[in-house]
């Protein structure tokens, strides 16, 4: 299970930190994503952290944005920095794999199907 918080009503040029809580799973044996969906648009992969602890971010959040991971909280984090308001979405955490009935995404040639609840940011301009 993922859960991810953190999320909040920000300035644009503001900072946030988004946590996902994993359970039932160790974090350090699966590569994890975060992705974002914006209302009336698909959902997009932002950042991904694989299991050696390699990092990718979206060109659109490139320098702005830094995944992280706690083995020993069993925890990942977001740093968002300088944030737009075309950041506003729901952000989600998932880690790569695929489970029965579950919606696939992809990012950086990885699947992700394992989706907890997200948690909102909004950038105000």
């Known amino acids: 299970q993922l859960q991810a918080s953190g999320g909040g009503l920000v300035q644009a040029g503001g900072s946030l930190r988004l946590s996902c809580a994993a359970s039932?799973?160790?974090?350090?044996?699966?590569?994890l994503a975060w992705f974002r969906q914006a209302p009336g648009k698909e959902r997009e992969g932002v950042s991904l952290?694989?299991?050696?602890?390699?990092?990718y971010y979206a060109d659109s959040v490139k320098g702005r944005f830094t995944i992280s991971r706690d083995d020993a909280k069993n925890t990942l984090y977001l740093q968002m920095n300088s944030l737009k308001p075309e950041d506003t979405a729901a952000y989600y955490c998932?880690?790569?794999?695929?489970?029965?009935?579950?919606?696939?995404?992809?990012?950086?040639?990885?699947?992700?199907?394992?989706w907890g609840q997200g948690t909102l940011v909004t950038v105000s301009s």
């Open positions: 998932t880690r790569e794999g695929a489970r029965a009935n579950s919606v696939l995404y992809y990012f950086r040639g990885r699947r992700f199907g394992y």
């Open positions: 039932g799973f160790s974090l350090d044996d699966y590569a």
């Open positions: 952290i694989s299991r050696g602890g390699n990092t």
